[in-house]
């Protein structure tokens, strides 16, 4: 008798630690959830704004020239661009010179400009006074490489330091990469601070060069979508 009272008073004592075990282990559960709903609640959503965006379908991406057309009689300059009347958007490019002969591989593009299309531009070479130079014979430039170019204004509105890792853009929604992959964007960290604008300059490679409606940009829950015309 005495055995059996024992044993279920033994009995009674597991049950009561299961019981007990399973209270805490739901307790802490909630705590955890509770935990996170705070943390989450006290962390304000990314918040930026896309102030403006521009496109260049017609951007000089790259001028080159092969040898024997470097021409003779040069000063270092300043080579600007003409289709027809048009300035292709103040495309501007700078070049030195080795004895009188423009150096090969030397031709810094300063603004990529923006063509009407992709007929081959008249060239207008100046000294650095913006006189057009007279040289003894003239040089002659490859056709150009074409490229399309985006660019856009961003400003982080919130009060976040967000980063451009984790900041990802499409472009109708495809070709997505993150903020830092863009070929140039302004500042060299990846830190985004609260109030700070950064300029993004995306070069499309491709070679059809269709030309894109929207640029959309994602942080967290945040996206932002605005038209390129």
């Known amino acids: 008798m005495g055995a059996s009272v024992g044993i ?11 019981v007990f075990s399973m209270a805490i282990t739901a307790l802490d559960a909630q705590v955890a959830t509770g935990l996170d709903a705070i943390e989450s609640a006290s962390v304000p959503d990314p918040s930026f704004t896309v102030d403006d965006v521009n496109i260049a ?18 000063v270092d300059g300043i080579l600007r661009a003409n289709v027809g009347s ?17 150096d090969l591989g030397n031709v810094v593009i300063t603004n990529h400009g923006n063509c009407p299309n992709s007929n081959p531009p008249t060239w207008t070479i100046y000294d650095s006074t913006l006189s057009i130079q007279t040289p003894t014979s003239v040089a002659n430039f490859s056709t150009p490489v074409f490229r399309q170019y985006i660019y856009a204004n961003v400003t982080n509105q919130g009060p976040l330091t967000l980063s451009t890792d984790e900041v990802w853009v499409f472009y109708d929604g495809e070709d997505p990469e993150t903020l830092t992959a863009s070929s140039a964007l302004t500042g060299s960290s990846t830190n985004w601070y609260s109030g700070e604008t950064r300029v993004l300059h995306w070069d499309d490679n491709l070679s059809s060069n269709t ?6 940009f994602t942080a967290g829950p945040t996206t932002i979508v605005r038209a390129t015309s």
């Open 8 to 18: 279920g008073g033994l009995i009674v004592g597991i049950s009561m630690l299961v």
């Open 57 to 74: 379908q017609f951007a000089i991406h790259e001028v080159s020239m092969t040898v024997g057309n470097q021409g003779t009689g040069y």
């Open 86 to 102: 048009d300035e292709c958007g103040g495309f501007s490019a700078t070049f030195t010179q080795t004895a009188g002969a423009i």
């Open 211 to 216: 030309e894109y409606d929207r640029i959309a």
